[in-house]
C-alpha cells in the first residue's frame, strides 16, 4: 500500500470549548461544520495535552518529539536550532516532499523542507508579510494581499495542486495566526453572531483565592484595558464599559473576546472546506492523514481568565481530529493520554520511517485504530518555564485521567512563598472545571503524595531534573 500523504493543518490558540465536535458549553451557539467534518469522518482524540502551553515551545515540541529542556525552545524568546534533528528532515530521508506555510514563529530559518513560505513572528491578519524559500531571510519579506488565514490557504493549495512533485507522497503543514489575539477576522464575517448572547463560564465572576488557587492569574480585566488603550488594533465595534460596575464591564469584556474570537474561527473553518475539498477533487482523500489541531488552548473567560500559559485545563488541553479513510473508521473517539511530544512519531509511523531514538514520544496510530498499547501512559508532565511574571509563574505538574497536581515555583523563586503554599489540586473527577483547589483538603493528602511521588517519576524520565527554584531564571 502506498504510504499516505500527511496534511497537517494548525491553528493559533484555538481552543476546544470553540469547537462544536468538543461539546461544550458554547457549541450550541457556534458553528464549526468543517472541523466537525473531520471528527465525525475521523477520530477525535479527548485527551491531547500540550506540554509547555505558549506558541514557539509547542511548536517545536512537535517538530523535533522533544520536551522544551531538551530540544532548548523553552519560551517565546528561544530559537529552534536549525542543525537539531526534526521530523521534517526525518520525513525528507524517507521519500516525502515536505513544505510549510503560514506561522512559523521559531526565529531562524526553517530547516528540512523542500518549500517554505511563512511569516516571521505573528505576523499580521491584513495583508501579510511572508518569506519564501530562497529568499534573504534576514531581508525583506513580500507581502501579500487579503486576509491571512485565505493568503494561508491560497499558498498551500498552489502547491499542493502545481508546484509540488506528484511522484512523491507529501508533507505539509498549513498553520495559522488565527485565532490569536487581537482576532481581527475578514470583513465579511464582522455580524457574524450578533445577535448571539455567549453563556458565560460558572466562574467568570468569581475570586481565586476563596476557592484556594495560588494567584490571580491573567483576568480580563487585562484585556479589557488593552482593547481600550489599543481599540484601534482591534476589530470594530470598541468596547464600552464606561460607567460600569465591575461585574457588568467583566460580562461586557466577556462578549467582545467571544464574538471577535469566533469570528476568526469562522474564517479557519471555511478555509477547512476549501483543504478537503481539494482533496475530494483531486482524488486524494482517502490516501491523506488530514489532521486539525491547535498548538495548545486557550481561556475563554473560564476563572475570569484570558490567554494561555497555565496548565489548567483549557490552556492545557489541544483538541485534535484526524481523518484516514484506510485505517481510522468514522466517529472514533480516543481518550488515551496523547501529548504533542508524540505528533513526531506518528507523522514517522505513517510514513515507515525511521523513529530516531532522541525523540521522547510515542506514535499513537494504533491508539487512533481501537488498540491502545497496554503500556500507554497513564499519565502527562508539563512544565511552563517563562519567569519574572508573578501573575503567570512557572511551574511544572502531572494529569492523570482523574487528577491533576501542580507546582508554581516560579512563586517561590520570585515571590519568596513557602513551597507548601504554592501547589494546587484538582480532583477531575469532581471537579472537571477545576474549580476548587484541594491541596489542602486532608481527605485528599494519600492521592497528593502518590501523585507527587510519580510526577518526581516523571521528572525523572523526562530528564527534567534540575531544581527549578535555584537553578532556572528563564525570562
Request: glycine content about 6%; some cysteine.
Amino acid at each position: 500500500m502506498r504510504r499516505p500523504n500527511i496534511l497537517y493543518i494548525m491553528a493559533d490558540d484555538h481552543t476546544s470549548q470553540a469547537w462544536g465536535c468538543y461539546g461544550s458549553r458554547l457549541a450550541p451557539y457556534i458553528s464549526t461544520p468543517n472541523v466537525d467534518r473531520l471528527a465525525a469522518e475521523g477520530a477525535r482524540l479527548e485527551n491531547c495535552f500540550c506540554t509547555n502551553s505558549i506558541c514557539v515551545p509547542s511548536r517545536a515540541t512537535i517538530l523535533t518529539g522533544q520536551h522544551s529542556h531538551v530540544n532548548g525552545v523553552r519560551t517565546l524568546e528561544d530559537a529552534l536550532d536549525p542543525e537539531r534533528d526534526n521530523v521534517a528532515k526525518r520525513l525528507q530521508a524517507a521519500g516525502y516532499e515536505t513544505a510549510i506555510f503560514g506561522k512559523w514563529h521559531l526565529k531562524n530559518e526553517p530547516s528540512g523542507f523542500d518549500y517554505f513560505d511563512v511569516l516571521h513572528g505573528q505576523g499580521r491578519y491584513h495583508d501579510p508579510v511572508l518569506w519564501e524559500k530562497g529568499r534573504d531571510w534576514q531581508g525583506e519579506g513580500r507581502t501579500c494581499q487579503g486576509h491571512s488565514t485565505d493568503v494561508i490557504t491560497d499558498l498551500t493549495l498552489d502547491w499542493l495542486g502545481t508546484a509540488r512533485s506528484h511522484d512523491k507522497p507529501f508533507f505539509c503543514m498549513c498553520h495559522y495566526k488565527a485565532t490569536h489575539e487581537r482576532f481581527y477576522s475578514h470583513e465579511r464575517y464582522r455580524h457574524l453572531y450578533e445577535d448571539v448572547v455567549f453563556p458565560e463560564p460558572e466562574d467568570l465572576h468569581w475570586d481565586a483565592s476563596p476557592r484556594g488557587k495560588v494567584f490571580d492569574g491573567w483576568p480580563l480585566e487585562i484585556y479589557m484595558r488593552r482593547c481600550l488603550d489599543y481599540s484601534a488594533d482591534y476589530p470594530p465595534p470598541e468596547l464600552e464599559v464606561e460607567g460600569l460596575e465591575t461585574p457588568a464591564a467583566r460580562s461586557a469584556t466577556y462578549q467582545k473576546l467571544l464574538h471577535d474570537y469566533m469570528r476568526t474561527v469562522a474564517g479557519i473553518d471555511d478555509n477547512l472546506a476549501r483543504l478537503l475539498d481539494y482533496l475530494d477533487r483531486a482524488g486524494l482523500a482517502e490516501d491523506t492523514v488530514v489532521i486539525y489541531t491547535s498548538d495548545q488552548g486557550y481561556f475563554l473567560g473560564e476563572h475570569n481568565l484570558f490567554d494561555k500559559r497555565f496548565m489548567l485545563e483549557e490552556s492545557l488541553r489541544m483538541p485534535f481530529v484526524i481523518r484516514y479513510p484506510r485505517e481510522i473508521a468514522p466517529g472514533t473517539v480516543t481518550d488515551d493520554i496523547v501529548t504533542n511530544v508524540d505528533f513526531a512519531e506518528l507523522f514517522l509511523d505513517y510514513a515507515d520511517a525511521e523513529i530516531p531514538a532522541s525523540m521522547q514520544g510515542r506514535s499513537f496510530r494504533s491508539n487512533l485504530c481501537g488498540a491502545t498499547v497496554p503500556d500507554w501512559p497513564t499519565a502527562m508532565y508539563y512544565h511552563y518555564w517563562t519567569a519574572g511574571q508573578p501573575v503567570r509563574p512557572s511551574h511544572y505538574g502531572i494529569r492523570t485521567r482523574e487528577h491533576k497536581l501542580i507546582y508554581y515555583y516560579g512563586l517561590v523563586r520570585d515571590e519568596g512563598r513557602r513551597s507548601e503554599d504554592c501547589w494546587e489540586f484538582y480532583d477531575l473527577a469532581r471537579d472537571p472545571y477545576e474549580l476548587t483547589n484541594h491541596y489542602s483538603d486532608t481527605s485528599y493528602a494519600a492521592r497528593i503524595g502518590d501523585l507527587r511521588c510519580r510526577l518526581d517519576k516523571l521528572r525523572q524520565e523526562c530528564g527534567d531534573t534540575s531544581d527549578p527554584v535555584t537553578t532556572y531564571s528563564v525570562q
